[in-house]
């Protein structure tokens, strides 16, 4: 019953949390980066002027928000194609 080999540690422990905290950060910027594409395309379609009146009623962000958003998606967006994988494009968030 007394397994050696699968007994926990503070370093085991310490290792699991490092890693759910580096996939958390992944998930965090993956989902960022798409709220601000769709916030893109969204400003694109709604009428000039109407911008931030949608953005009040309908996801609840300022404008400050949005466009730091979307720059987000601007500058990372083409470059990050699936924050959840282990390609060069994401190894560098953890």
């Not at 905290?21 to 709220?35: D, F, G, P, R, Y």
């Not at 962000?61 to 990372?76: G, M, N, V, W």
Request: include cysteine; proline fraction near 3%; hydrophobic fraction near 35%.
């Amino acid at each position: 019953m007394d397994n050696p080999a699968s007994e926990r540690t503070p370093l085991v422990i310490a290792a699991e949390i490092n890693m759910i905290t580096c996939q958390t950060k992944k998930i965090l910027l993956t989902s960022a980066i798409e709220i601000g594409r769709r916030l893109l395309e969204a400003k694109d379609l709604v009428k000039h002027g109407e911008w931030g009146k949608w953005l009040a009623e309908s996801v609840s962000y300022s404008q400050k928000t949005a466009e730091r958003l979307i720059k987000l998606y601007q500058e990372y967006g083409p470059n990050f194609s699936d924050g959840l994988d282990t390609s060069k494009s994401t190894s560098r968030v953890c």
